[in-house]
């Protein structure tokens, strides 16, 4: 069965410094990869996507992250966090399933990023 | 137009009571979910629906009964209602043949039984 693993329940980071929240995975084939943000009372919103080809993929609002299978690891970064960033972030993997999309995602237990001004 | 909307926002309800969540998208999408969040954020996913069809039925009491009348709604039924069934539910959708495994969330819906 898959699984995900957010080691960091929560982050501080100063405004304008960098971020990295990592991400572990175990999946038994090549995996899809997904980072989510949820800010407060809202729903989750996709921030990028691994399916294959470029291992460094680029998100929406500044984010990129790193696919690294030998470590099994897919962290997100952001060079420079701005105080909107704070929010729950949310690394997922998924797979094909037999409904011809994807059977859900199964989430990591999140990361709570607070942001220091 | 909200892309995937759920009501009610907030639930507050005696143990014992039955209640109904109801989700519509408008994305055209054929697969919908409903996901638990518990109160410390953690995500389960409870049941999957494509073309009206179950897919997912993870391991949650038979008090919980989804129901999809057609692609673009699933309503999430809940009977006899326990604390333990406080938490947010969060309905998704997403497309088997557009990008895969991107999933558009509602807004959530907070179940609070006392």
């Known amino acids: 069965a898959q699984s995900v693993t957010q080691p960091d329940i929560h982050i501080t980071v100063s405004e304008g410094a960098s971020l990295e929240l990592r991400c572990n995975y175990s999946?038994?084939?090549?995996?899809?990869l997904f980072w989510y943000v949820q800010s407060p009372g809202q729903g989750l919103q996709l921030l990028l996507k691994?399916?294959?080809?470029?291992?460094l993929v680029q998100g929406i609002k500044g984010f990129e992250a790193e696919f690294k299978r030998s470590q099994s690891s897919f962290n997100l970064r952001k060079p420079s966090v701005h105080w909107s960033d704070a929010a729950e972030y949310f690394c997922?993997?998924?797979?094909?399933?037999?409904?011809?999309?994807?059977?859900?995602?199964?989430f990591g237990k999140g990361t709570h990023l607070i942001i220091q001004p | 137009d909200t892309a995937v909307s759920q009501t009610p926002k907030y639930l507050v309800t005696q143990m014992g009571n039955d209640k109904s969540i109801k989700c519509e998208q408008n994305?055209?999408?054929?697969?919908m979910y409903w996901y638990k969040q518990d109160s410390k954020k953690f995500l389960k996913i409870m049941f999957s629906?494509?073309?009206?069809?179950?897919?997912i039925n993870e391991t949650v009491p038979n008090r919980f009964s989804p129901k999809s009348p057609d692609k673009a709604h699933l309503n999430l039924h809940i009977n006899s209602l326990e604390l333990g069934d406080s938490a947010v539910y969060f309905c998704?959708?997403?497309?088997?043949?557009?990008?895969?495994?991107?999933?558009?969330f509602g807004e959530g819906s907070r179940l609070t039984v006392l």
């Open positions: 629906y494509n073309n009206k069809e179950l897919i």
């Open positions: 999946y038994g084939a090549t995996p899809y």
């Open positions: 691994y399916f294959s080809g470029d291992t």
């Open positions: 997922a993997v998924g797979a094909i399933g037999s409904g011809g999309g994807a059977d859900g995602l199964t």
């Open positions: 998704a959708s997403s497309s088997s043949t557009g990008v895969i495994g991107e999933l558009f």
């Open positions: 994305l055209g999408h054929d697969t």
